[in-house]
């Protein structure tokens, strides 16, 4: 599958335009055609993320074009997080992140 049908889990906030992705991580995907990515815009607090209404999937080619930053770290692998590096430009890899398994 390629970019424009596997998807990413991705906060409506990022989703709708409102925020650029501020961190995400991969995960073991949970179904055909999901990539594993779980995206945010870091401003979301622990009542928003505990909300399913507030995630939907969309294709990873639809995340590259609300943030073409994305591209970058999209082939990492699964256990991988990242976060904005607003002084770098970029994505810089958070190596204390548990998903919480």
């Known amino acids: 599958m390629d970019g ?3 998807v990413a889990v ?3 906030e990022v989703a709708g335009g409102e925020f650029g992705v501020g961190w995400l991580y991969r995960d073991e995907p949970d179904a055909p055609g999901d990539s594993g990515w779980r995206v945010f815009s870091g401003a979301e607090d622990e009542a928003f ?3 399913p209404s507030n995630f939907v999937e969309i294709p990873l080619g ?3 074009r609300l943030d073409p930053a ?3 770290v999209l082939a990492a692998e699964v256990g991988s997080c990242w ?3 607003e002084a770098a ?3 810089r890899p ?4 548990d998903p919480g398994r």
Do not use: A, M, P
């Open 83 to 85: 976060e904005w590096d």
């Open 62 to 64: 639809e995340l590259v």
């Open 10 to 12: 991705v906060s409506i």
């Open 4 to 6: 424009e049908t596997r």
């Open 70 to 72: 994305v591209e970058t």
């Open 94 to 97: 958070v190596r204390d992140f």
């Open 89 to 91: 430009q970029g994505f």
């Open 49 to 51: 993320v505990e909300e």
